[in-house]
């Protein structure tokens, strides 16, 4: 959808999408320990344990999406090395920014969704998944277009703060 916009919008996303799934690649992996634990601790029917690794895994997400949220604006910097255009490296801190904030709900629901997964209830994270993304595509069109009288939000660095309508 961005490419519409130009080729410095764009390059800007697929430069901040390099750090951004680096970040999204080290999270999902840590959440995957949640599935064999719960399933292991529900074939030996111990709810306490079961609840216990809920608990326990929630909260280690909660605090690795801070971490991977703090990685990426930390790391923001590296972008002036990768030998890019500035234009581009300016476009693409404050996406890497915005996105960067979405490592906390994202680490959140990938607790949910393994601890389901550990007790086969994998349809509700299915359906959970599937509307959340066609959630994102609808906003992703009204919001970087403009249309339906949504506003054309632009990222750029300015006083106010990164978006600009």
């Known amino acids: 959808m961005v490419g519409k916009l130009g080729d410095a919008p764009l390059a800007a996303v697929s430069l901040g999408n390099t750090l951004i799934y680096i970040a999204l690649s ?6 995957f320990a949640i599935t064999p634990l719960v399933s292991t601790a529900q074939g030996q029917e111990n709810w306490t344990k079961v609840k216990r690794i809920l608990d326990n895994g929630v909260f280690l997400s909660f605090i690795m999406g801070i971490l991977l949220t703090t990685l990426l604006i930390v790391a923001e910097p590296l972008l002036f090395y990768m030998d890019q255009p500035a234009e581009v490296v300016e476009l693409a801190i404050p996406y890497m920014h915005i996105v960067s904030i979405s490592m906390v709900p994202l680490m959140l629901f990938q607790a949910f969704k393994q601890f389901s997964d550990g007790l086969s209830l994998t349809k509700h994270a299915m359906n959970a998944a599937i509307i959340a993304n066609v959630i994102n595509v609808m906003l992703n069109y009204l919001l970087i277009y403009g249309e339906f009288g949504f506003p054309k939000i632009r990222i ?3 006083s106010m703060g990164y978006f600009s309508i």
């Open 26 to 31: 080290i999270g999902i992996g840590f959440s």
């Open 156 to 158: 750029s660095r300015c």
